[in-house]
């Protein structure tokens, strides 16, 4: 299966407040890259307790673009992808509070959510959060940095489908009952972990937090 894997960091507790991002490519269920871009965010401010989750501060951000300066960069990692974030509503309404703010029309992509996958894929374990989760998987990478959680979000991903032998997201969707998640311009449609009719939300309803 092929798809991306992307994770945020953020400045403050406001949803649009990204300070870095991880991609991590998959190709037929192998990693082939992955980066780490460091953002500045507007407005820039930074708290100190996100700083001491994610060990970015101020002085290591206030020379790099902000979000839309990379748009052209970031762009293809989305478009027509199938995107994996672990606790992906916090990963995707970062994304769309940021390219709103920006007044940047949403990208077109599915994509599904591993902390919801792998409650279904591994019911046993007691915590689904993505150290435990790795810890348990075998999985080797440093927590809160962009690049390496979301290359172990992409691990997580590739494990599952080695284990139920599962090539496409058509079927896990069947195997997991779960309901894909949508965006495209001027649309999200939640991904759930059963599957079921979300509602569309227009873009414009996005408020910047």
């Known amino acids: 299966m092929n798809f991306v ?5 953020t400045a403050t507790s406001g949803a649009g407040s990204i300070c870095s991002m991880g991609i991590c490519c998959v190709t037929n269920n192998k990693v082939t890259s992955t980066k780490e871009i460091l953002i500045k965010p507007e407005p820039f401010e930074f708290n100190e307790y996100n700083i001491k989750i994610h060990n970015i501060t101020p002085e290591m951000v206030i020379n790099q673009p902000t979000f839309d300066k990379y748009w052209k960069e970031i762009f293809p990692y989305l478009n027509n992808r199938i995107i994996v974030a672990h606790n992906a509503s916090f990963d995707i309404n970062a994304l769309l509070n ?5 007044n940047i029309e949403f990208p077109t992509f599915n994509y599904l959510c591993t902390v919801k996958l792998s409650q279904k894929a591994y019911p046993e374990l007691e915590s689904h959060k993505l150290n435990n989760l790795a810890e348990a998987l075998n999985i080797d990478f440093s927590h809160h940095r962009a690049g390496d959680d979301a290359y172990a979000c992409a691990k997580v991903l590739i494990k599952i489908l080695e284990d139920f032998s599962l090539n496409t997201l058509d079927e896990l969707e069947r195997m997991f009952e779960i309901g894909i998640g949508n965006i495209y311009p ?6 759930t972990k059963k599957k079921k009719k979300a509602k569309s939300t227009n873009q414009s309803n996005y408020s910047i937090i």
Do not use: R
């Open 98 to 102: 940021t390219l709103t703010l920006y």
């Open 186 to 191: 001027g649309c999200h449609i939640p991904c």
């Open 5 to 9: 894997a992307i994770d945020f960091e």
